[in-house]
């Protein structure tokens, strides 16, 4: 159950694009199409973002999108705007009903 | 709308025990499944349980396999996590989650993507 790999810090400007990777192995995020992602903003919750690789929850911008090749998975912040400046966590179900998270992005709004 | 409300935190010794509650609302919690995952201070998210809507199936990550016990009272809306033996390394914000996984008298949907609603969190410290 090693955790999955996510980069440490992404940037952008507001309006600008940015695309966080999620990287495990065979075992989970290739394995399944299970990988979901959550958005973490200092003291709070985490908040569903992208569910089952591509599917955005009802409430959640459609700035946000996410896909997967392999063994990676990618979530991507169309139109970047200040309020999305956060933590964001890719998830796997890593099999036997275990699962798996990323070690965290955190997205700074330049 | 749906809430998840935990309680219990606090703060052990190593070796000793804590309860942690999640009181349910908004939704029938009999019917879905329920996450425990736990956030080390400035650290990354971890999953720690699953117990199935009926209480009967429950899984574990492997750090607390034959420490933390997963259950769940459908009577009374609640989920808990019985944490036995403490280590400092527990120490950690406690989330209980909603899986969007449910069962009702009409059949079962099942979806294995991880945690659809989060609680606000409780926060357990472990230090002598």
């Known amino acids: 159950q090693s955790a999955l790999t996510q980069p440490r810090s992404v940037s952008g400007s507001p309006g600008q694009s940015v695309t966080i990777s999620c990287t495990g192995t065979s075992s989970d995020v290739g ?17 569903l973002m ?31 705007q200040a309020e999305d400046e956060a ?22 709004v330049l | 709308q749906v809430q998840l409300v935990e309680s219990g935190g ?10 942690l509650s999640c009181a349910a609302s908004g939704f029938t919690f009999s019917y879905y499944a329920m996450h425990w995952v736990r956030q080390a201070p400035g650290k990354g998210l971890e999953w720690v349980a699953i117990i199935s809507y009926d ?15 997963i259950s769940r009272d459908n009577s009374k809306n609640t989920l808990y996590l019985q944490m036995n033996s403490l ?5 950690a914000v406690y989330y209980c989650a909603r899986d969007p ?15 659809e609603v989060w609680g606000q969190g409780t926060t357990v410290t472990v230090s002598s």
Not at chain 1, 31 to 44: A, E, F, L
Not at chain 1, 51 to 79: C, E, M, Q
Not at chain 2, 101 to 115: A, E, N
Request: hydrophobic content about 25%; overall charge positive; proline content about 4%.
């Open chain 2, 10 to 19: 606090g703060v052990a010794q190593p070796g000793r025990s804590l309860r």
């Open chain 2, 87 to 91: 280590r400092v390394e527990d120490t």
């Open chain 2, 55 to 69: 209480g009967v199936s429950k899984f574990y990550t492997d750090s607390v396999k034959g420490r933390f016990t």
């Open chain 1, 87 to 108: 933590d964001y966590y890719c998830c796997s179900y890593a099999g036997s009903y275990t699962w798996v998270f990323g070690g965290g992005t955190k997205v700074t």
């Open chain 1, 50 to 80: 992208i569910y089952d690789v591509t599917k955005g929850p009802s409430g959640v911008p459609d700035r946000f999108s996410g896909s997967k090749s392999g063994n990676t998975a990618s979530l991507i912040i169309s139109g970047l």
């Open chain 2, 101 to 115: 996984s449910y069962c009702t008298s009409g059949g079962c949907h099942s979806d294995l993507y991880g945690m």
């Open chain 1, 31 to 47: 394995g399944y199409n299970y990988v979901s992602w959550y958005q973490q903003h200092p003291g709070k919750a985490p908040k």
